[in-house]
């Protein structure tokens, strides 16, 4: 068997070192643009959608979104018509912030991709869908404290 999801991993292992080392500069440390992104996509989430989105569990997301509102690139709004609710919401030096993010994601996909006809990239793009939701089965599992068996 090809080892695909170790193929992967050094993809995203790669990818997400150049992102820390050129994000640096705008003050977000490790990880911290993925929830930028999803929060300036989505003015109005939830930090639990935003954990969902970016698959990790609840206290990795909430040390994560803390820091980005220490560091004044969101902010989080009670919801008007449930005060437990808290939504996130960018604030201008974390939109100011974005449009790097988005130029530095779409150069990566761009080096990514090179050479791939349309094509493979599409097919590509729905086999990894595929995969993620294979992956996204056990993940929820796991999450609920079951135990797979191999």
Not at 1 to 25: C, H, Q, V, Y
Not at 78 to 91: A, G, V
Not at 116 to 132: A, C, G, H, K, P
């Amino acid at each position: 068997m090809k080892e695909i999801l170790r193929e992967t991993g050094m993809i995203s292992r790669a990818l997400d070192s150049i992102s820390n080392i050129e994000f640096k500069a705008y003050d977000l440390t490790r990880g911290q643009y993925l929830y930028l992104v999803r929060i300036c996509e989505s003015p109005g989430i939830i930090q639990e959608k935003v954990a969902d989105l970016i698959k990790v569990d609840r206290t990795t997301a909430a040390r994560s979104i803390k820091k980005l509102e220490m560091n004044g690139f969101i902010v989080k709004k009670e919801d008007k018509y449930n005060k437990k609710i808290k939504k996130l919401f960018p604030t201008e030096k974390g939109k100011n912030v974005f449009p790097f993010i988005k130029r530095e994601n779409d150069h990566s996909n761009k080096i990514a991709l090179e050479g791939l006809s349309e094509d493979e990239i599409e097919n590509l793009f729905y086999l990894l869908q595929r995969v993620r939701r294979n992956i996204e089965k056990d993940w929820e599992f796991i999450k609920k404290g079951n135990k797979r068996s191999y």
